[in-house]
């Protein structure tokens, strides 16, 4: 896998041959059989400097989740397809090294919690 070459490979694949490696099929399954879990408890980050940090920063763009969305729709493919190229495109422009995009089944949220 080191030597081959990259020249005919899709950007959106990243930089690894990931595409070649075994899948197994029962994992989709086992995930949608999975029962969901309760949010955990709030921790205390103050005992931390790195905590600190942590609420600091979550402080700041909290505010960025309130208020009204945007009233125009993001220009955005409508073919899943697309959409995943676009996506996976944008990330390896932006350095990241892998990027994986699926559907997230009933039980990947936690119990109560909105999937929208």
């Avoid at 409508?78 to 039980?107: N, W």
Wanted: aromatic content about 12%; some cysteine.
């Amino acid at each position: 896998m080191i030597f081959t070459s990259n020249a005919r490979r899709p950007f959106h694949y990243g930089y690894y041959p990931l595409e070649r490696l075994a899948r197994d099929k029962q994992i989709g399954a086992t995930e949608r059989q999975a029962k969901q879990v309760s949010p955990p408890a709030a921790l205390s980050h103050a005992d931390s400097t790195y905590g600190q940090a942590v609420d600091k920063y979550h402080e700041i763009f909290k505010a960025f989740c309130r208020g009204e969305p945007a009233p125009a729709r993001a220009p955005v493919p409508d073919d899943p397809e697309l959409r995943t190229v676009d996506i996976k495109g944008a990330g390896y422009f932006l350095d990241a090294s892998q990027i994986g995009i699926c559907a997230l089944s009933e039980s990947c949220w936690y119990q109560s919690a909105s999937a929208e």
